[in-house]
């Protein structure tokens, strides 16, 4: 059972990356998958998450400060869940992690409620 996440880079300001959470060992249609991010100094941040595919996904949550620029999305034939990261500022930058947990409805974006961690992938925002 494992997570992994990777599209990390070097962007300038107002760019754009497409994350991925690909898992092995588990199908992640039955999971809530979240996304989190901890920049140097700060403590982790929830950014987004979408629950479960297998009833009715609802509506995914997005932090504030990410509403309008990030989207989370699924590939159920890949067994991949994206972050499309777009207008990417300064205050962007860290390692972003993804998680899954195995709740049967909605998702939690607190990190607590997850179980099964990515390793984080670097996602470094300069000119």
């Known amino acids: 059972v494992q997570l992994q996440a990777s599209g990390g880079g070097l962007v300038q300001p107002g760019g754009s990356l497409k994350l991925s959470c690909a898992a092995s060992?588990?199908?992640?249609?039955?999971?809530?998958v979240g996304w989190f991010r901890q920049a140097p100094g700060k403590e982790r941040e929830g950014v987004s998450c979408?629950?479960?595919?297998?009833?009715?996904?609802?509506?995914?949550y997005y932090a504030d400060s990410v509403k309008g620029r990030f989207t989370i999305s699924r590939d159920h034939a890949k067994n991949i869940v994206y972050l499309q990261v777009n207008n990417l500022k300064p205050e962007d930058a860290g390692l972003y992690y993804c998680?899954?947990?195995?709740?049967?409805?909605?998702?939690?974006?607190?990190?607590?409620?997850?179980?099964?961690w990515g390793q984080g992938t670097l996602v470094t925002v300069s000119s």
């Open positions: 979408i629950a479960s595919a297998v009833e009715r996904v609802g509506t995914p």
């Open positions: 060992g588990f199908f992640l249609i039955n999971y809530a």
């Open positions: 998680a899954a947990e195995g709740r049967p409805t909605g998702c939690s974006p607190g990190d607590r409620a997850y179980d099964i």
